[in-house]
Structure formats: C-alpha cells, structure tokens
C-alpha cells in the first residue's frame, strides 16, 4: 500500500521563527520538509504515512489576512491533494488554535479532503470549530507534546486508512454534537453503580449524557373570534387515510402526510386507521375521530362555534421520532397553514 | 430477606421423547408443552422451536423472554398472582435454569415487536443471542383483538417456563448464589457507617399494550412502593409490554435484574443496599406527579443517601425519569439514572424528551435510532412478514437481497435502560 500523503500546518513558534514578535510572518509552504512537531509525528507515523509538505503561517498574520491566507494555503493543499490535513497541535495557544480549526474546517469542507487538528478544550478554537473538523483533546501546553502527538498520530492513521471512527472517547477527540453508540467494557448496570459510588463520595465522575438546552415554544394569544376561524387539525397520533399511503413509519417518522378532509364529517374503520407503533391500535383503528377528532369539529362548524374546519390535516408518528425531523415537519406544515389562510391549529397527540 | 439462587446450567437444548434435564441438558417433549399453551382459548395453535448461540437463526416477532425457575424452599411459587398464589415470595431456595430462556413470539401488534439474531452484527446488541432459546410461536383464534392476544401470550410463555423449570426442582444446582437484605434496623446497626442505597425501577405502565404487572396487579393502579430485589427474583415483576424492543425489560431481565445484581456485590462494602422502590410511568399527569412525589418521600422516609433511577421505554417516561430524579434528588438523595436515546438517525438531536440540571449523572444504553444492516440469516423463526412495520423499521426495510436496514430499536434488548447491555453513546 501506497504512503498516506499528509500536509502538516503549523505556525511560526513551533516553526522556530520566533514568539510573538514575529507573528505576523505571511504563509509559507516547505515541500518535502519536516518541521518542528511534524519530526514527532514523522517518527509515529512510521512506514505508513509520510509528511510531504509543511505549511508555516504566522498567528496574526492568517487571523488579520484570514481570507487571503486561507485562499492561499487552500490552493497549495489542492495542489498537493494529501491524504490528510494536520493542524497543530494548538494546546491552549488561542490565536494559533482558531487558526488550526478555521483552515482545518476549510480544507474539509472546500476540498473534501480529511482535517483535523489538536487543541486544549478551552481554547477558543475548540467551540468554534469541534463539530467541524475532529479535534483531538490536548493538555494546555506543549508541555504535553509527547501525549499530544500519540494521541494524533493514532486517530490520523485510523482516520487516513477509512477505518471506522468509534465514539469521541474512544478516539479522544472532542465530542462534536453527535451522538456514536459504542460498547462499553462495563455494562450499565456496573457503570451506574461506580458512578454512584463516586457520586456518594464526592469523586470525580463523567456523565455519559450532559442535560441538553430544551427549546420552549410560547403558545401564541388566544383566538379571539372562534366563529370566524378556519381551524386545522395537525396529530402525531398517526391517524392515515386507509392503507397508510404514504409509508408513514411506526416509529421515528421520517415524513409527515397531507391528507384531504373534504367532504369527510366522521373517521370510521373503512377509510382510516393509524400507523402509529406506540399504542395498541385497536381502539384508533376503530374510531380514528378518537385522535383527530373530526366529528366534533364538524359539529362546531354546524353550530358556529367555530368558522370552518381547513379542509386538509396533517399526520406523522410522534413515537420515537427524532426532535429534529419534527422540527422540519413542524416547520414546513406551519408553512403551509399560513399559506392557506389557517387561523388556529388543535394539535393532538397520543 | 433471604434468598438463595441455585443455578442450574444447561448446555443444550433437544427435542425428545420426554421432557427432563440431565447433565445439564434439557430434552423437551413439544406434545407436553403445548396443552399448556393451548389451555387458553384464545390460542389455536403453537410451534415450538430451538435457536442456539450462533446458529443462522433471526427469531421475530419477540414478545417476551423469560427465565423458567421454581421455587423448593421457602414460601410461594415463581410468577406470584400470575401463576402461583399471591404468597410473599424471596425468602428460601430457587433454581433457576441459567444459559437458557424462553421466547414468546407471535404477531401481536404488528408493531413493537422485536428480532433476536443469533449470529452476526445483530447478534452483538442483544443479550438473547448468548442464551439457548426455547421459542414458541403462538398463533391466536380468528379475530382476536390485540390486548387478548398479548395476556394469552404472556400467559402461556410463564406457564411454559413454570413447566420447564418443575423439571428441575430435585437437581442439584451447580452453584449456588446468596442474596440478602436487612431490616431498616438491622441495616443500620450492622453497616452503621455506611451509606444507604437504594433502587428506583420504574416500570412500563402506559397503557395500551405497554404495562407491567406486580404480583399479578397492572402496575399502572399502584401507588411506589417498597419490594425486596429478592422478590422479583422469584418473578413478582413480570413484563405485558410491547414497547420498543430495544428498551422494553422482557420478564428476564426483571429476574436478573443487573442493577440488582452489581448492587449486591457493593452491599456491605461500599454502601447499604436497603431496597429496591416500584413506581410507574403513567400517562396522565396527576399520576405522574403523584408516582414522582411519593417516589421522592419514600427515597427520603427511609433515610436514603443515593438511590439509581432506572426506566423502560422512551419519550413519555423520560418526564417520568426526571421528575423522579429532579423531586429525590431536591430531598437530598443523590441520583445517578439509567436510560437511553433517541437522537435520530444521525445522532444530532436531543436524546431525551425531557431534561433537568439536577439529571447532572446520567448512565446511557446508547441511541436506538443508529442504523444497523442485518444479514440475510438462513432460518426464521417466527415470520418476517412485520418486519417492515415493528418501530425501529420502514418501508424500505426488507431489501431485495434479503438484508435488513433497520435501526437498533428493532432488537430485543439492544439498548437495556437497566443496564444489562454494554452498548452505550457519546
């Protein structure tokens, strides 16, 4: 097998330019030569992979010349299509690591060639860029080259070779926003037990799953003239015309349906039923107005309470169903409500 | 309470003539089993079938898995109210056959319904790919609603596993386990300067298919209780559920509860285990908050210091997990929970449908939603034909090749929120 063909970026410090008085050194590219923490990864990447070019860039220079000095470093990784992008590592160096993490994300994201760079998790750089390019966690200082290094060098030959990269503590590079199942030495039970122990003697412990920000939705103000309203009936119950035409799944949806109400006054067992995999269906299947309850609307609309009922509903399965695909579905069917002149929507659920 | 656990080990399961158990391998005459299933009306037919360790076998659809055990010292029978009388169990000598199970299966809902692979990636994720099954298909009388069909399941799969673990009440077991609690005042004078511990299992009670039942009694009507874990043991926990495979507690594992299981090996080292607390999951909110706050007053009532939280199904029950961790934890008892997630297919949502800061030590079994390819196997017990619609699958499920693309909420056991499973998440 062919060498895997790395591009190695550093900047002027640990290219032995000089501190900060000589920050301000424009990009440089060095083919074929090995500098300054590249000799270390040089020396862990063995046979297997080799540094073909290192780019130097001072740490205010790429910060104040950001667009041009990332043109210009893109052109030459393009040029020299590696393997792999290393940036770094950064430690807990700010200007340097957003630096890392700015052309790191660049050469993934316009060359669609694989980054990554290594960083303290304090370092600014760190939040900017985690969920963009894979950041190796590091100590703060070079202090912790050695470790640095090991931990790099292992991830870029996993990485480089297209071999499956396991959870973030596993790989040990900073969680990126996505959750990666793995197995664990321990199982949970064990785990949570440990965790207990620690937790009871006021130890150190690491949950394996930090609370999330929850988004809140305000309801809107009330409606005021309910006699005039077009009413519309959205439900993650599941309620589908007859046949589930749309493949509706019965659990973790991956698209809603649109589905006539025109002329219908009452749900029955002939025409609906519900593709929902979270309840026992007997009692939906039945009398789907017991979810989407269209007979009582239609009552409404016959004595005024309210003006009409919209003419159209939407369904999907809330069981199971990722926040995100019901954010979209909520989103687009919001879109649509306006668009057809709804005033008010009774959402339901199971 | 007390409690000794012989094991017995089988080592392989066989068809014959007559049904018994020597040198740890049980021959099972199927002409004896099926007047047991077939006592219940509902139920017009049953086969039975064996799926080994590594054999190409996919069982599906899975209902429950049970572990057939019998009680020969002390009082009671295994499955209190359900099967035996309503006698407080946990106390004497229970075998239980270890290595094996039982394995209800049939169509019941058509949807949370699960697949026990016995080989390849599926097999990976769940625990009943390690243990010799004894499955039974279980086919109802015509037009049999759903919840009929699921108790007379349920039903036989305990009678059936009754009667297999009667084979063994005069064997010698293999080895020999000892599980015990104390008295409140007996705890506190024998571990006077240890912590006290205890156990919050929170059991599927929402309704429609998704219940668990108490010596007998639909968990949904109590109100949190105390139980000693020796108990449940004995099967006084037992599963009527059909949620998500991946996160349902088949019966089994109520028995083996793990929690239970690596609490006692701290007792009297690292803490007191005093006892494990029953609530539901309930789905209407004054239940909810009822359950939590007595929960909270029983884990402070009896003096605790820390207690793990432990939950059974996803979404509705995540609010149940954090009002219970949010109100024991504002008494002072430190929580650690036990769950699992759904955060999508790519991983990027939130994983719980609720969420406190009080929640700050959580355990996870890993996100159900990842997508996982299983390979065409040569056997099926059970039938594929639901395979598209169980949650966890779609339409585009069963591929031409005879692979599946399901997500991992499809396999029995898969992501275990009492922590029987090694997978988990970051």
């Known amino acids: ?350 | 309470m007390r409690l000794e656990i012989g094991k017995i080990n089988i080592t392989d399961i066989r068809f014959a003539d007559s049904s018994k158990i020597e040198k740890g391998v049980l021959y099972v005459n199927p002409d004896d089993l099926k007047p047991v299933v077939l006592e219940d009306e509902h139920l017009k037919d049953v086969t039975f079938d064996i799926a080994k360790p590594g054999e190409s076998v996919r069982i599906t659809p899975v209902k429950d898995v049970i572990e057939p055990r019998v009680k020969v010292e002390g009082k009671g029978g295994v499955f209190p109210g359900m099967i035996a009388k309503v006698d407080t169990v946990g106390s004497g000598k229970t075998l239980a056959l270890k290595g094996m199970a039982v394995v209800t299966a049939g169509k019941i809902v058509g949807f949370q319904e699960g697949i026990i692979d016995m080989t390849g990636p599926g097999a990976e994720y769940t625990p009943f790919s390690k243990t010799l099954n004894l499955v039974m298909v279980c086919e109802p009388v015509e037009d049999l609603k759903q919840h009929d069909y699921e108790k007379a399941v349920r039903m036989a799969g305990f009678r059936v596993a009754t009667k297999i673990g009667e084979l063994a009440k005069d064997l010698q077991a293999d080895e020999t386990c000892v599980y015990e609690t104390c008295g409140i005042k007996e705890g506190i004078e024998k571990y006077p300067d240890l912590p006290r511990v205890g156990y919050v299992s929170m059991l599927q009670t929402q309704g429609l298919l998704h219940d668990t039942y108490v010596y007998g009694v639909d968990a949904k009507q109590i109100i949190p209780t105390i139980i000693s874990p020796t108990e449940v043991m004995d099967g006084a926990i037992v599963s009527g559920n059909c949620v998500s495979a991946c996160d349902k507690n088949p019966t089994y594992i109520h028995q083996n509860n793990p929690v239970v299981e690596d609490m006692f090996a701290e007792h009297g080292k690292s803490f007191n285990f005093v006892c494990q607390i029953i609530t539901n999951e309930n789905v209407y909110l004054a239940d909810k908050e009822r359950s939590s706050n007595m929960t909270a007053k029983l884990c402070k009532m009896l003096d605790l210091d820390a207690v793990i939280v432990t939950q059974e199904g996803f979404g509705n029950p995540d609010t149940d997990l954090i009002m219970n961790c949010k109100k024991i934890e504002a008494e002072g008892v430190k929580t650690v929970i036990v769950t699992d997630e759904y955060a999508g297919r790519d991983g990027k949502s939130q994983s719980l449908a609720d969420a406190d800061p009080a929640a700050d030590a959580v355990v996870t079994g890993g996100n159900a939603n990842e997508v996982i390819i299983l390979p065409k196997l040569d056997k099926v017990i059970g039938m594929l034909d639901y395979v598209n619609v169980i949650a966890g699958a779609s339409d585009k499920t069963l591929r031409e090749d005879g692979t599946l693309e399901v997500e991992i909420q499809v396999i029995t056991g898969a992501t275990n929120e009492m922590g029987f499973g090694y997978l988990s998440a970051r």
């Not at chain 1, 900047?11 to 032995?16: E, I, K, L, V």
């Not at chain 1, 470093?73 to 160096?93: E, M, Q, S, T, Y």
């Open chain 1, 1 to 350: 097998m062919a060498k895997i063909k790395v591009v190695h970026y550093i900047n002027q410090f640990f290219a032995g330019i000089g501190g900060e008085e000589k920050a301000d050194t424009p990009a440089e590219l060095h083919k074929g030569e090995v500098i300054g923490p590249g000799t270390a990864f040089a020396a862990g990447f063995g046979d297997e992979a080799e540094i073909v070019a290192t780019i130097v860039c001072g740490d205010s220079y790429f910060n104040e010349n950001i667009d041009a000095a990332k043109a210009e470093i893109l052109g030459w990784v393009k040029d020299l299509a590696p393997d792999l992008f290393i940036a770094g590592p950064a430690f807990n160096a700010g200007r340097y690591g957003v630096a890392c993490g700015t052309i790191a994300a660049a050469v993934q994201e316009e060359l669609g060639i694989k980054s990554m760079t290594g960083m303290y998790v304090e370092n600014p750089g760190a939040d900017m860029y985690k969920d963009k390019t894979y950041i190796i966690q590091t100590k703060d200082s070079a202090a912790g080259m050695r470790d640095a290094v090991k931990k790099m060098t292992a991830f870029a030959l996993k990485y480089a070779k297209g071999e499956k990269i396991g959870a973030s503590c596993e790989d040990n590079y900073m969680n990126q926003g996505v959750r990666v199942n793995f197995f664990e030495k321990e199982r949970g039970s064990k785990r949570a037990v440990d965790m207990l122990i620690a937790k009871l003697n006021d130890k150190p412990f690491t949950t394996e799953y930090p609370m999330p920000d929850f988004d809140r939705v305000e309801p809107n103000p009330a409606v005021k003239d309910m006699a005039h309203a077009t009413i519309a009936l959205v439900t993650s119950g599941g309620i589908v015309p007859k046949g589930n035409p749309d493949h509706i799944e019965s659990s973790s949806a991956s698209k809603f349906g649109e589905y006539s109400l025109a002329g219908v006054t009452d749900l029955d067992a002939d025409t609906f039923e519900t593709a929902h995999g979270g309840y026992d269906p007997v009692y939906a299947n039945e009398d789907a107005d017991r979810v989407l309850p269209v007979d009582i609307m239609r009552d409404l609309e016959k004595e005024g309470v309210i003006g009409k009922l919209h003419e159209k509903y939407y369904a999907t399965v809330g069981n199971g169903t990722a926040v995100a695909s019901a954010k979209k579905y909520g989103a687009e069917i919001g879109k649509r409500l306006v668009a057809d002149g709804v005033d008010a929507v009774i959402l339901t659920s199971t």
